[in-house]
């Protein structure tokens, strides 16, 4: 399906949303999500040697997961 462009409420939540550039997929043996999130310079890449459709749907989860502590750790350091 390609790169998706999106303005995520999922990411930060609600009240926060986010513009995000993703993209991830699986075949025979791996799973992968790659995720740019501009507004906080973040990138994260999540791979798996599984491409089940749980290993897709976890290396997801973690990207997701990642990109939110990251973003933590800019706000917590920015106002410092």
Same mark, same amino acid.
């Given at each position: 399906?390609?790169?998706?462009?999106? !303005? %995520?409420?999922?990411?930060?939540?609600?009240? #926060?949303? !986010?513009?995000?550039?993703?993209?991830? =997929?699986? #075949? @025979? =043996?791996? @799973? @992968?999500?790659?995720?740019? $999130?501009?507004?906080?310079?973040?990138? $994260?890449? $999540?791979?798996?040697?599984?491409? !089940?459709?749980?290993?897709?749907?976890?290396?997801?989860? @973690?990207?997701?997961?990642?990109?939110?502590?990251?973003?933590? %750790?800019?706000?917590?350091?920015?106002? #410092?």
């Amino acid at each position: 399906a390609g790169w998706r462009i999106d !303005t %995520s409420r999922r990411l930060l939540g609600e009240d #926060q949303p !986010t513009l995000i550039f993703h993209h991830g =997929g699986s #075949q @025979a =043996g791996a @799973a @992968a999500f790659l995720m740019l $999130v501009p507004k906080y310079e973040v990138a $994260v890449a $999540v791979v798996s040697n599984s491409g !089940t459709r749980a290993a897709r749907s976890a290396v997801q989860e @973690a990207a997701y997961d990642l990109v939110r502590r990251a973003v933590a %750790s800019k706000q917590i350091h920015s106002s #410092q």
